[in-house]
Structure formats: C-alpha cells, structure tokens
C-alpha cells in the first residue's frame, strides 16, 4: 500500500502529464509563405510562375483538431495576393479568411500579413490557395487537419495517406488569361492540361519523367485525401482496377461508401480508403473534365499520376511496365456525377433544425452585358460581354476598402445590404430559351444581412440564361448541409418531400447540379462578413457572388474581433 507522502509527488506526476497531453493537444504552428516568381518546366517548356516558397503545389500544412495556425505571409510577387484557408470556419477570426476585398484588403508587394486562426471542431482534408485575381492557379496546397492526440479516426487507421490535389495548368500566365478576357469581354482560353501533384502526366507531351508516383505496398489501406484545386473545371477521377470507399469529404466524415469514380468540383475534397488487392504492378490514377454547359470549349486532356506497388519483384518492374488504364464517364455524363453525389452522407443522425428563420431563394446564373456604344465585345454576337450573377445582383468588389472593415468601422458608400432574398422576377428557370430581357444583371455590392445565431434555409437554382451548367458554390466561414438536389424548377410543395432531415452531407461547397437546384441550411454562428461564390473563378470573375453580413449576438464570444495590427489597407 502507498504512504500518504507519496500521493503529493503522484499528484504532481499526473498534473503534469495533463499539461503536457494538453499542450501537445493545442499546438501552435508557425509557418511562413514566401509568394515569389519561380522557374519551372511543363509541357516542354519553361515558365515563370507564382509559387509558395518556390513550391508547386505549395507546402501541405499538418495539424490536428483544436491546433492553431501562424502563417506569416510575405508577398515579394509583382501581383497583388492574398491567401484563403478554404473550408476553416474562421470563429471570431475572420479577418483571417482572406478573400481580396472582402475580408482584407489584398498584400501588396514587398508587404506581408499574418494570418492566425485555430482549428475547432474539424478535421480531414481542407486546402488553402491564393484569393486574388486567377493567382490561385499556381498557388496552392494541402491543410491536413487530424483528430486530436489519442483520438482515433472513425475508421481502421490507414497503412500510409496521401494528399492528391488535382489542379489546372495554362502553358499562358494565369493572369494575362484572365485580363484578356476581360478586356474583351469574352471567355478566357481553356488551359493546356490538368495536373496531379504539380504534373500533367504521361499522356501529356514531355512529362512522362516527372508523372506522380504514389508506392504502396500489397495488401496495405492508403488514405487518399483528394482536392479539386482547378481553376474552371469539375472533375471525374478513377483508379484502374481499384475501388475507393469515400469516408469524407471538406473535413467532414461520411458514412464509408464504395465507388469506382469520384466527382469532385473545384473547392471540394474527398477523402478515400484504397485497399492495394490487386495484382502488385503499376496502375494509373486519372483525372478528366466532367462539363455540364452546352457548346462552350473545355479542356479535354486527362491528367494522371502511377499507383506502384513495391512487390519486391525482378528488377525489370517499374517504368518499363505499362500501367494499367481506368474507364472515366463520358465528359457530359451528369449521371455519374449525380449517382456519387447521392452517395454521400453523414455518418450518423445530425440535428437538422426542421425549421427556418430565413428562407431564401438564389438564383445563380451566366448573363450577358451590352457592350458600350462602338465597341466590339468578344461575346455573343459581338456586342456583348459575359457576366454572371446571383438573383440577378452581378457582384461587384469593392477597390477602396475591405467589406468586413468596412463593416466593422461603419465606413458609408462600400455596400448596400439590399441584396434579395428571392428573385426580383420569377420566371422558367430551366426553360430553353429564357428571354433576352432577362438576361442583364444589375452590378451592384449587394449583401444580405443575417440575425446572429438564426437558422438559413438557402435554395440555390440553376438558371439556362446563356447556358445550364453545374456551378459548385462555395460559403465562407461555414459548413452547410445539403438536405437535398434535383433537376428542373425548385417546387416547394412536391420538393420538400425529397430532404433528407437525418444524415445529410455536410460541406463547405455545393454542386448545384445543370438545369437543377440544391437545399442548403446553416446556423449563422459566426459574425462577420463571408463570401459566397461560385468556385468556378471564370464565374467569380463576371460576378457569381454574393456576402452575407452575420451581425453580432450577445457578448465578447458572438461578436466581431477589432482587426489585426498588421490588417493591410487599400491604398
């Protein structure tokens, strides 16, 4: 039996065992990000591009749940810049958040800022990327979040993980893409190819030397944290001779569901579990554009990486060995993209509030703009510009200051918050040919004001004006779930039958399926200013965006933070 004398010295051992579990739980990590112009070659030939620390992709950021971030930018680019870190809720740290002109004014060269948050209540695979302008073509990376020390995930622990991000690649700087188009008013050049981990593949001239490995040994489960980081482009992706079992998505987990293709649109993540079962040699991970909009050019290459398994065979295994190839759908296949979406679940009952304070109903949609008097405009019929919009509202983003500092410091004449809850005209939103009256959006910084902790039920519908297409929208600063998607006109009466009120997905964004619709709701627990868009930045670009203005409840926790000393100005 122990003395009583030895119970203080116990004590003091498991008092400090507690601070140090608690201390390795809640870790600060301390990164910097050098934006800066780097050399690299692709599709035979050498480009100059913008990159993190000279990186491409840029660093994968690991932590775990309950961790915080310190990420000191410094911006020695000739652009503007800011960085979003896409999918962390950002509570009371929203000027961390990053979209230019929304949340911050952008990085100017030569500057620097210091993004802070903590991580609460997330965990699985987010990314984070470049906010300004089409920079975010070539800057981005990985943001592995994993459950806090000796918490297991809801599933056998994977042998090895591996982050796969898919990107977009234009052998043109990403910039001069974009301001040419919009010098012109016309669609902006599709890239030259799609990427895995930086590289387009074998099956894209000089690049077979460079191609993603990923060794796996047989019998082994890897994890696969996949991330649709593309510009314009939804993503099928398959694995030869492999199945995935999806077991989350945007650093949420899903009920384990097994699939042999994945839809991803850009912003969104899929977590798979790949068991190596198959004979061991080398198989093809590939990637190709799922499009949904009629007659518009696309980019038709498939990009892949090699699954090679270290069988310890004869030393002829490897390169000379042809992998074996996936069946991918057909470009236009909105079956397959509409089954997997399907698939997808929380993995037990949520609670889903079965009612709403704020019902709303977007509509989100390509348009068109005249062109001014004696110019010639690249869009249809040569005198008009493309645009976008949502409720008819083309966002425009303000030059002169931040929305949220503005906000913040009741600054007049940045933005309105008139912007509609529902359309200003009701119409056939699928219809064939919508009328041309329809079709010009009014530019305006509109945005929408939420009471604190109310519940939004959103409806987001697809509009054929120009042309259908699936747009997957994105909310900053939040997490949402979708009780339900279809096809054609939102109908109340006979469309609320189809919610699902008991293990609907949650994400941070949503594929608002071609000619369709998609039902989101969220609680606005956050103050502050946040972004929703559409993550096709072609769209972001003609103004697919709205903000919702989620004001202040009850003390210090439900209210807005001042902003950071180091917050940078327009000027």
Known sequence: MASSSSFPVLFLLLSCLALALLAKADEVHKHEFVVQETPVKRLCNEHHIITVNGQFPGPTLEVREGDTLEINVINRAQYDVTIHWHGIRQLRTPWADGPEFVTQCPIKPGESYKYRFTIKGQEGTLWWHAHSSWLRATVYGA??????????????????????????????????????????????????????????????????????????????????????????????VSIAQHKMTVVGVDASYTKPFTTDVLMIAPGQTTDVLVTMDQPPTRYYVAARAYVSAQGVGFDNTTTSAIIEYDCGCATGFGPKIQPAVPALPAFNDTAAATAFAAGIKSPEKVKVHDHADEYLFFTVGLGL????????????????????????????????????????????????????????????????????????????????????????????????????????????????????????????????????????????????????????QFVADNPGVWLMHCHLDVHITWGLAMAFLVEDGYGELQSLPPPPVDLPMCK
Not at 391 to 405: A, E, G, I, Q, R
């Open 143 to 236: 943001l592995i979040i994993r459950p806090r020390e000796g918490k297991a995930y809801p599933f056998a622990k994977p042998s090895r993980e591996v982050p796969v991000i898919l990107g977009e690649w234009w052998n043109a700087n990403p910039v001069d893409v974009i301001r040419e188009a919009q010098r012109t008013g016309g669609a902006p050049n599709v890239s030259d190819a799609f990427t895995i981990n930086g590289q387009p593949g074998d099956f894209l001239p000089c690049s077979q030397k460079e191609t993603t490995a990923i060794p796996v040994k047989p019998g082994e489960t890897a994890l696969l944290r996949f991330i649709n980081a593309a510009l314009n482009h939804e993503l099928f």
């Open 369 to 520: 703009f005249n062109c001014e008097p004696g110019q010639l405009c690249a869009g249809p019929n040569n005198n008009t510009r493309f645009t976008a919009s949502m409720n008819n509202v083309s966002f425009v983003f303000p030059k002169t200051d931040s929305l949220l500092h503005a906000h913040y410091y009741k600054v007049p004449g940045v933005f309105t918050t008139d912007f509609p809850a529902y359309p200003p005209v009701q119409f056939d939103y699928t219809a064939q040919n919508v009328s041309s009256a329809l079709q010009q959006p009014v530019p305006a910084t509109k945005l929408y004001p939420l009471r604190y902790g109310s519940v939004v039920r959103l409806v987001l519908q697809d509009t054929s004006i120009v042309t259908p297409e699936n747009h997957p929208i994105h909310i900053h600063g939040y997490d949402f779930f979708i009780l339900a998607q279809g096809f054609g006109n939102f109908d109340h009466e006979k469309d609320i039958k189809k919610f699902n009120l008991v293990d609907p997905p949650q994400r941070n964004t949503v594929a608002v399926p071609v000619n369709g619709w998609a039902v989101i």
